[in-house]
């Protein structure tokens, strides 16, 4: 699969994921895996690289706050940008999955 679309697909896990509320970096690993019973794993070495390079976007902005076990994190969310971004990324996505979806009906 060409890279640009492995990095598309992890900034629209990304994006899903904060579109839910604002979250830190384990948190999203967290919520991917879950949501995705156990398919999706998603490594640190691609995770944070993909958050600076979202936020240099400006899909998402970070700010640092206490976790739930009162440790420093850095908290992502979405923004208005980054959810417009996402709308049309779902749109494509489900344009493209029922093309495939209707060939492989026919095929």
């Known amino acids: 699969m060409p890279r640009e679309t492995l990095q598309g697909t992890l900034d629209l896990l ?3 994921t904060l579109a839910r509320g604002s979250e ?3 948190g999203i690993t967290c919520c991917i895996l879950n949501a995705s019973q156990n398919q999706l794993r998603v490594e640190e070495g691609s995770l944070y690289p993909a958050l600076r390079r979202m936020e ?9 706050r206490a976790s739930e076990n009162n440790r420093r994190a850095r908290y992502y969310e979405i923004t208005k940008t980054g959810r417009k971004h996402l709308a049309d990324v779902v749109e494509r996505w489900h344009q493209h999955s029922a093309a495939v979806s209707t060939f492989l009906d026919f095929a």
Do not use: F, M, Q, S
């Open 24 to 26: 830190h970096g384990y």
């Open 56 to 64: 240099a976007a400006g899909l998402i902005r970070a700010e640092w």
């Open 14 to 16: 990304i994006l899903k």
